[in-house]
């Protein structure tokens, strides 16, 4: 069964810090991987998505890594700003079987301060 | 603009009681998704529908069954609510990736 663990589960930073955020999973027979933003009282947002062939994929600030035989990624955040205090979820979706499922990690609640 | 649209926002029901939460899509995506989000659980998916008419069991599908009425709608009903069914709902849609999630329903049972 596959398992998805981000750490850590809650980081503060400064405004203007580059940060990094983990994701760990048990099973490296994915099909891809996903970062996804949730804000209070919202739904969650997809921020990137990396194929299981790829090793990352950017977007503006954001840059998110895969390293499928290691069972990680991890999402880095240049100069923070306190609009990016979220909580950030990844999910990934095995590859065969019941391809259609996402598993989602527990999220780690970024805070940044002003 | 709306994307997906979950009605209502939120609920307080008794225990026993019955509920049907609405879900609602205008992307023309085929999949459909409803999860539920608990406090140290992460989002877990109840049911999925790959298309007008089919539905597959999730992870967590007791106490639940879902309809999907057309490509747009997709309902899931609470047929006899209990306590551990308090939790905050999530539908998402799809045509693969990324999956489009709604602003949730917020579900307390008491």
């Known amino acids: 069964k596959q398992e998805v663990t981000q750490i850590p589960a809650a980081l503060s930073v400064p405004e203007g810090e580059n940060l990094v955020l983990n994701c760990s999973f048990t099973?490296?027979?994915?099909?891809?991987l996903q970062w996804f933003r949730q804000d209070p009282g919202k739904g969650l947002t997809s921020l990137l998505l990396?194929?299981?062939?790829?090793r990352e994929q950017t977007s503006g600030r954001l840059n998110a890594s895969l390293d499928k035989s290691s069972g990680r990624s991890t999402l880095y955040i240049a100069a923070s700003q306190p609009g990016d205090s979220a909580t950030y979820l990844c999910a990934v979706r095995n590859s065969g079987g019941s391809n259609y499922k996402l598993t989602f990690g527990k999220g780690t609640l970024l805070t940044v301060n002003p | 603009n709306a994307g997906v649209t979950q009605t209502p926002k939120f609920q307080v029901l008794k225990t026993g009681q019955s509920m049907t939460l609405q879900c609602a899509q205008d992307?023309?995506?085929?999949?459909m998704y409803w999860y539920r989000q608990d406090p140290g659980m992460g989002l877990r998916l109840i049911y999925y529908s790959a298309s007008e008419g089919t539905t597959d069991k999730g992870e967590v599908p007791n106490g639940y069954n879902v309809s999907r009425l057309n490509k747009r709608e997709f309902s899931l009903r609470l047929e006899s609510a209990a306590p551990s069914q308090t939790s905050v709902y999530f539908c998402?849609?799809?045509?693969?990736?990324?999956?489009?999630f709604g602003d949730g329903t917020r579900l307390s049972i008491l």
């Open positions: 998402a849609s799809s045509v693969l990736e990324p999956q489009h």
């Open positions: 992307m023309n995506h085929n999949s």
């Open positions: 990396i194929q299981s062939s790829q």
């Open positions: 099973d490296s027979a994915i099909y891809n």
